[in-house]
């Protein structure tokens, strides 16, 4: 996460004791050594103390300037020269900066004595006002720095953290990105460059930034914990826990692992487990965001929840980056959604989206028709009919397509509890290869080879998941999207399409924390928009894909008729009837997706029509009204 809380205490009682321990006279000959570029054993002993004691503490941007500014004002209390307390304190952030690992500076170049000096103040000063929250005001201070020193690593690493509290992620990317450049180890640059890229929605990428985040220093526990939360993120479940084991074993109590436990245990349906690591996260941290914005989506929250809402409120006058207080609103949503109070819970889900739109890439209206126009225009009837050379004869494959939010994961839950059945989740085969493929896709159908290398890779894709199911399901909502090359490369593969009521669909996407995977939703007429382009696309599969092959599933038929409908899908796809998937809340499987809930409760019609409560909010979306099934 962007933001942590930090308690700075044992950093400044260290800062302190450095001083004291240090003699005045010492100090005196130290700065005349050091002016000559020479540190002599005094000013080493204090050093390497420092990097001994200081290494447990695990310094950050927030401990690091408390120890210094704690050792310099105790070194001036003590009657020190300003000049001498400068260079000392100069020393001791050129060694903390190094994370107390390599030796102390044995040296001070004599040309650059004053400048350095000058450089450790503004350094000090930037972190003091970080801590203060005065970011503007630390980011000028950094600036500074990079103005007298423009190879200064460290001050691209800060200044980077440092406007990520400004909302302006996208100057912050280039600063981190430069302090890379600089130095390539600088675990500190890879850490928060990895949160904003992931933030961002860039997930694979901020799983690379991560992961040199955690070479660069391997005993952090945050990194560790970032690193967990984006490769739960990424569905490889078994990797995050081992990232958040190892954070634990450095750090009992770190909350951010904590947290993100109480994450993993939800995605597999123990929620009990997940609220007692929540709340262990929080009384480690208060402010730990992503915990307390976790409970509310546990269960149905009910005024009961009153000292949930307190303590969120509370966070929020508080002050946090957009980010994390994004995260909040969509939260505060669903408690007043819960409740009821609908005017309110608008109020808290439009924030969030307004404060996501600073991290999200636009959404161009533009291009998102010319790639529909070119998709319909490519796969015609005439082009999908003809018999694909390369094409494979695999029936294993299942797509459950559909907008977001439309009962996709209902129904992937309804096929996995089938004995022959296993739920992949949302694969991101078909969009990684329309990023390497696209450009062909759009001119013309697979060709044999590309057909034929797509079928192996995909079926050896499912085939991890499991070699011994029928069918295995991918319910990626993007596929909807690829359905004329999936098609192309397995004519025999059954697709699901989920349609449900287009108003409903969407509220429930704006209402729903995507972390900036989707921007179409963060805009009711981008929404309306996406959707219209969507259901031009959806008719045109209805029109050119077999119907052996092609099933339209009205999501407010089956939550009205469970067994009518489960048993038309479970014959669809070509299997026996099985008493199992009428009880599908009952199937222990992750599920990686923001239904994590809700597809583990029994079928309710809560949802249908839940777009009146709301209707004087969401002109843009009510003319979806008019459109034909």
């Known amino acids: 996460m962007i933001l942590d809380w930090f308690n700075a205490r044992e950093a400044a009682a260290l800062g302190t004791s450095l001083a004291d321990s240090f003699a005045p006279d010492g100090s005196a000959a130290a700065s005349r050594r050091a002016g000559s570029g020479k540190a002599g054993p005094d000013v080493q002993k204090l050093l390497q103390r420092a990097a001994r004691e200081a290494g447990p503490l695990k310094l950050n941007l927030f401990k690091r300037a408390k120890l210094l500014e704690s050792f310099q004002s105790k070194l001036l209390a003590r009657g020190v020269a300003e000049g001498t307390a400068g260079e000392l304190t100069h020393l001791l952030l050129l060694q903390l900066s190094g994370g107390g690992k390599g030796p102390a500076p044995a040296s001070l170049a004599p040309a650059a004595a004053g400048s350095s000096k000058r450089v450790a ?9 970080y801590e203060d929250g005065r970011y503007a005001e630390a980011a000028d201070r950094l600036r500074e720095v990079i103005a007298r020193d423009p190879r200064h690593a460290l001050a691209h690493s800060n200044l980077g953290a440092t406007l990520c509290h400004l909302s302006r ?7 981190l990105r430069r302090a890379i450049e600089l130095k390539a180890s600088c675990p500190g640059a890879h850490f928060t460059l990895g949160s904003l890229l992931r933030a961002k929605g860039q997930v694979r990428a901020a799983e690379t930034a991560l992961r040199r985040a955690v070479k660069a220093d391997p005993r952090d526990p945050r990194a560790l914990v970032e690193l967990g939360l984006t490769l739960g993120m990424l569905g490889q479940l078994d990797d995050a826990r081992d990232c958040i084991e190892k954070a634990l074993r450095l750090k009992a109590r770190e909350a951010g692992a904590l947290g993100v436990l109480g994450w993993l245990e939800m995605l597999e349906g123990r929620f009990e487990a997940a609220e007692r690591h929540f709340r262990a996260a929080l009384e480690v941290d208060p402010g730990r965001t992503m915990a307390l914005a976790s409970l509310a989506s546990l269960r149905r929250m009910t005024a009961a929840d009153q000292d949930w809402l307190e303590r969120t409120e509370l966070i929020l006058k508080g002050g946090v980056p957009a ?3 994004a995260r909040l609103r969509f939260a ?12 309110r819970a608008f109020e808290h889900y439009k924030r969030g989206n307004e404060l996501h739109k600073g991290l999200a890439a636009k959404y161009d209206r533009q291009e998102r028709t010319q790639l529909i126009d070119d998709i319909i225009r490519v796969y015609s009837q005439e082009r999908l009919a003809e018999v694909a050379e390369g094409a494979s004869d695999s029936e294993k494959p299942v797509f459950v397509v559909g907008m977001m939010r439309s009962g996709t994961s209902l129904v992937e839950q ?14 991101e085969f078909w969009t990684d290869v329309t990023s390497k493929h696209g450009e062909t896709l759009r001119r013309e159908p697979p060709d044999a080879v590309l057909a034929r290398k797509l079928a192996d890779s995909y079926l050896k894709v499912l085939g991890r998941h499991s070699s011994e199911a029928l069918r295995v399901v991918d319910k990626a909502t993007f596929n909807s999207d690829f359905l004329g090359p999936i098609h192309r490369v397995f004519p025999k593969a059954r697709i699901l399409y989920l349609r449900r009521d287009p108003v409903d669909t969407c509220l429930s996407c704006y209402f729903q924390d995507f972390a900036n995977m989707a921007s179409f939703t963060l805009d ?3 929404l309306a928009h996406y959707y219209r382009e969507h259901h031009r696309l959806v008719q045109h599969w209805r029109t050119v894909l077999p119907q052996d092959v092609f099933l339209e599933v009205p999501y407010a038929e089956l939550v009205a008729d469970q067994e009518g409908w489960t048993r038309r899908i479970i014959e669809f796809l070509g299997l026996p009837w099985d008493p199992k998937v009428l009880d599908f809340q009952s199937t222990r499987r992750p599920v990686l997706t923001a239904s994590a809930w809700q597809v583990r409760q ?7 029509g839940r777009w009146k409560h709301y209707e004087k909010f969401i002109g843009p979306l009510l003319k979806l009204r008019n459109l034909s099934p």
């Open 121 to 129: 103040a503004l350094l000090a000063e930037a972190d003091a006002r």
């Open 169 to 175: 992620y996208g100057e912050a990317e280039q600063a």
């Open 323 to 325: 980010a994390e207080e």
């Open 332 to 343: 505060l949503g669903k408690y007043f959604d819960d409740l009821g109070q609908y005017s």
């Open 414 to 427: 309804i096929i996995a509890s089938h004995p022959s059945a296993v739920g992949a989740g949302e694969l």
């Open 524 to 526: 009711l007429s981008d």
């Open 602 to 608: 029994k079928v309710y019609t809560s949802s249908v």
